[in-house]
């Protein structure tokens, strides 16, 4: 196996856009209109002069968009070229609700030529795959998942798993590993801080990492796990779904939420810091909360960690573009440590090992 050092002649990239941003169930309306109201769902694209790999987090509501997107461009490229069919990753952090109820209008699922990897948690005492395929069930969904006309595979990550999505295809591998050139790489941590468990995933290519931490909620002076897992990441997207008086059941008419796994914008912030991660996008939001609201914890949230931004459906966030160099850290602190690039990805360890 070869590796490939990186070089300024070997021009990489790595794109982070929402699709969903919400917490628990959409919520569509004029309330919701600058952030969003579907449900998580995130794109990752990895490319390089050679190879381009799509990684998508999660199937909330936002993956309908999504999907309707993937089939456009491909369409758009068997024009050009004579067909480059769908190919994507599917990765879960877990299996609620508003994390899958947007799989059954996937529409890639229902291409022949689409071919498509899911990625599920191994949380469960149940299979995770027939856990999925209970979103798609009759008599709850006309199409079981199996009947869809989409190539499939399945695979289970542990936490102790890493994916290494490549030229050769995607699998699931354990430490000590050996990871080629080309290859996308996601860790895993898993948090018990969720109700029946949550995986957090760090993505990494050529360089470029960015720190999925949703459904997650916070400990007092931080998650010390996640902040090592997360060290030096480019980005941290980290759940931020309560004010803190919503959160301490000081909010009228809405019961405090300890417990129920989700995190403060104030939570989010001491990882962010403790962590020294470039930029930090609060997400998870919670469906009682409108603009106004959100743009408000936004603003505290800066107080506390500049570089922090409420993520909203459409934020794309480039790593890598040439225009990246010009403000892609605008608002970081200058000081703060920064993750060493490493020269080779051959044999390296989980962060979080
Ligand atoms: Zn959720
Ligand atoms: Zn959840």
């Not at 309306?29 to 952030?35: F, M, N």
């Not at 490549?166 to 591998?173: I, K, L, Q, S, T």
């Not at 309560?242 to 104030?266: N, R, V």
């Amino acid at each position: 196996m070869t590796t490939q050092p990186l070089t300024s002649s070997h021009p990489s990239q790595l794109t982070l856009k929402f699709w969903g941003v919400r917490g628990s169930y959409p919520v569509p309306g004029s309330a919701t209109l600058r952030y969003g109201g579907n449900t998580p769902s995130l794109e990752i694209t990895a490319r390089n002069e050679n190879h381009t790999f799509t990684l998508i987090l999660d199937a909330g509501t936002g993956i309908i968009g999504l999907g309707r997107e993937l089939a456009q461009r491909a369409k758009a490229m068997r024009g050009q070229s004579g067909g480059t069919p769908i190919e994507a990753t599917l990765l879960f952090t877990h299996l609620h609700h508003d994390h899958t109820q947007g799989l059954p209008f996937f529409t890639p699922l229902m291409i022949p030529t689409a071919r498509l990897t899911f990625v599920l948690p191994d949380l469960y005492e149940q299979n995770p795959q027939e856990v999925l395929a209970g979103v798609m069930a009759s008599p709850t969904f006309p199409v079981a998942l199996a009947q869809t006309a989409s190539g499939k595979q399945f695979l289970t990550l542990r936490e102790t798993g890493v994916l290494l999505i490549g030229p050769e295809g995607v699998r699931a591998d354990y430490p000590p590993l050996e990871v080629p050139a080309n290859t996308l790489i996601v860790r895993a941590l898993r948090s018990y801080a969720h109700p029946q468990g949550v995986l957090i995933y760090r993505i990494e290519w050529e360089g470029h990492s960015i720190v999925i931490a949703t459904d997650t909620e916070g400990y007092v002076k931080g998650d010390q796990r996640l902040i090592r897992f997360a060290r030096g990441a480019d980005i941290l997207v980290h759940d931020a779904q309560y004010t803190d008086e919503h959160y301490l059941g000081l909010k009228p008419g809405l019961p405090s939420t300890q417990g129920f796994g989700h995190s403060t914008p104030a939570m989010a912030t001491e990882v962010a810091q403790q962590a020294g991660v470039g930029q930090l996008i609060l997400f998870h939001h919670d469906p009682n909360y409108d603009d106004e609201t959100l743009a408000t914890m936004e603003l505290l949230a800066q107080k506390r960690f500049p570089n922090t931004r409420t993520a909203r459906e459409g934020m794309e966030i480039p790593l890598g573009h040439p225009a990246d160099e010009d403000h892609p850290r605008a608002g970081a602190q200058k000081d703060k440590p920064r993750r060493p690039r490493p020269a080779q990805w051959v044999s390296q360890k989980p962060a979080h090992a």
